[in-house]
T-cell receptor, first 116, second 112 residues
Framework: GAVVSQHPSWVICKSGTSVKIECRSLDFQATTMFWYRQFPKQSLMLMATSNEGSKATYEQGVEKDKFLINHASLTLSTLTVTSAHPEDSSFYIC????????????FGPGTRLTVT | QQQVKQSPQSLIVQKGGISIINCAYENTAFDYFPWYQQFPGKGPALLIAIRPDVSEKKEGRFTISFNKSAKQFSLHIMDSQPGDSATYFCAASLYNFNKFYFGSGTKLNVKP
């Protein structure tokens, strides 16, 4: 099956700094990628949808200036958490859908962010 | 308004037993219903999915039962194994749209 990778798998950063998380589709092209946030023992919350070459669409309540998303190629999307605070600590998961239009979404392994 | 409601929150089943997780949805326009399995510290992995034109879909030990009139669907795991212990999420979406609405998750523990 299709593989989606994320880097890093975990990161610790200090409050006030920015951190970038990469999401890559390894063996398929993804026009659309999605970023989710998951708190412990809770469900996935869609943060934003990114389309290659255009601006991301953010869900209601998600600060677009804080969570910067870039989808520069058909295999790479990045999420940058700017001026991170402890409340941004969470598990961030990306998902990708094949350009071919198949409805199947493939999820990455997630990135654990801890802000101290 | 929660679009997809999932129950139970947690489930303990003996090895070899049947695990049943239920979901109910609100939007009658939804036409794609996947189930995901998630292990701790990992991303969700698609287990099985169904569209509303069929009432049941089986893949190995995993079966989705779908009741369109009741707006409910369920996951049945036959001959449950300790390796099935994970959190399971149901979801619903419109087939050609991007947004998945996830259930709240069910933590399954299969006892040896």
């Amino acid at each position: 099956g299709a593989v989606v990778s994320q880097h890093p798998s975990w990161v610790i950063c200090k409050s006030g700094t920015s951190v970038k998380i990469e999401c890559r589709s390894l063996d398929f092209q993804a026009t659309t990628m999605f970023w989710y946030r998951q708190f412990p023992k809770q469900s996935l919350m869609l943060m934003a949808t990114s389309n290659e070459g255009s601006k991301a669409t953010y869900e209601q309540g998600v600060e677009k200036d804080k969570f910067l998303i870039n989808h520069a190629s058909l295999t790479l999307s990045t999420l940058t958490v700017t001026s991170a605070h402890p409340e941004d600590s969470s598990f961030y998961i990306c998902s990708a859908r094949e350009t071919s239009g198949a409805h199947q979404k493939y999820f990455g392994p997630g990135t654990r962010l801890t802000v101290t | 308004q929660q679009q997809v409601k999932q129950s139970p929150q947690s489930l303990i089943v003996q090895k070899g037993g049947i695990s049943i997780i239920n979901c109910a949805y609100e939007n009658t326009a939804f036409d794609y219903f996947p189930w995901y399995q998630q292990f701790p510290g990992k991303g969700p992995a698609l287990l099985i999915a169904i569209r509303p034109d069929v009432s049941e879909k089986k893949e190995g030990r995993f079966t989705i039962s779908f009741n369109k009139s009741a707006k409910q669907f369920s996951l049945h795991i036959m001959d449950s194994q300790p390796g099935d212990s994970a959190t399971y999420f149901c979801a619903a979406s419109l087939y050609n749209f991007n947004k998945f609405y996830f259930g709240s998750g069910t933590k399954l523990n299969v006892k040896p």
